[in-house]
C-alpha cells in the first residue's frame, strides 16, 4: 500500500513527520509507537505490520514518530507531550476528512494512547497491543471507553497476561483479548500470528 511522508504541527508548533496511507472510507487509524528511549520509533516491524492489516482493511492509516525521535522536532518528554502528539495526530486525520477515527498503538506507544482515550477523545475503536503494565504505570488510566481488542504474548514480560487482566478489572471494560502463545514483547517470528488477530478482528 502506498504511504506518503506527511509532516503534521503539533502542539507547540513542534513538527512530527509521518506516513498516511489514503482510503476512501471515511476511516483511519492513528498508529503509536514504542519507546522512543529503547529504539521505538514509527518504523519497527509491528508498527508497520499493523498499518498493513489496517490498511488492508479499508482504513487510512497514519503513523508518526513521537517528538525527539527521527525527524521529529523536541525531546522526549515522559509521555505527557506525547499525548498531544497523538491527539495532534487525530486532528490532521480529521482534517483530512476522515469522520471515524481509530486509535492503536503498540507498547510505550499504547500506553500513551490509553491516557488519551482516558482524558475523553472521540475515537470509534482503541486497540492495545502489548500494553507495558509491568514497565509503566497506568495508575492515571481510568476505565477506558471503545477499547475492542488487546493482543499480548503468552512469555510478554512487559505485559504479561495476569497484569493485563487486572487492568481490565480495574477499568470494569471487557474487550476481546488474545494471547499469542511462544510469542514475547518483540513478536520476533510471530508478525503472522498478530496480523492474522488483528485482521480477523477488523474484518468482523
Known amino acids: 500500500m502506498i504511504e506518503e511522508f506527511i509532516t503534521i504541527t503539533g502542539v507547540g508548533n513542534i513538527c512530527l513527520e509521518g506516513y498516511l496511507n489514503r482510503q476512501e472510507t471515511g476511516k483511519a487509524v492513528v498508529l503509536t509507537h514504542p519507546h522512543p528511549l529503547y529504539g521505538g520509533n ?6 508497520c505490520r499493523m498499518a498493513a492489516c489496517f490498511q488492508s482493511a479499508g482504513i487510512a492509516t497514519l503513523r508518526f514518530n ?13 509521555g505527557r507531550g506525547e499525548q498531544d502528539d497523538v491527539r495532534s495526530g487525530l486532528d490532521f486525520l480529521s482534517d483530512q476528512g476522515y469522520d471515524q477515527l481509530f486509535l492503536a498503538g503498540y507498547s510505550f506507544g499504547s ?6 482515550v482516558s482524558a475523553g477523545v472521540d475515537i470509534c475503536d482503541h486497540i492495545m497491543v502489548s500494553p ?20 499480548t504474548g503468552e512469555n510478554d514480560d512487559l505485559a504479561p497476561v495476569f497484569l493485563v ?17 511462544d510469542v514475547d514483547h518483540f513478536y520476533v517470528g510471530a508478525l503472522d500470528k498478530l496480523e492474522d488477530v488483528l485482521s480477523d478482528y477488523l474484518q468482523s
Open 42 to 47: 514509527m518504523d519497527v516491524p509491528v508498527i
Open 66 to 78: 513521537f517528538r525527539g525521535t527521527g525527524g521529529s522536532a523536541g525531546k522526549f518528554d515522559d
Open 111 to 116: 500506553w500513551v494512547n490509553a491516557h488519551v
Open 132 to 151: 507495558p503494565a509491568a514497565l509503566l504505570s497506568f495508575d492515571q488510566v481510568e476505565p477506558l471507553p471503545n477499547t475492542g481488542l488487546i493482543i
Open 165 to 181: 487482566q487486572d487492568l481490565l478489572s480495574k477499568w470494569k471494560i471487557s474487550p476481546r483479548i488474545e494471547v499469542l502463545s
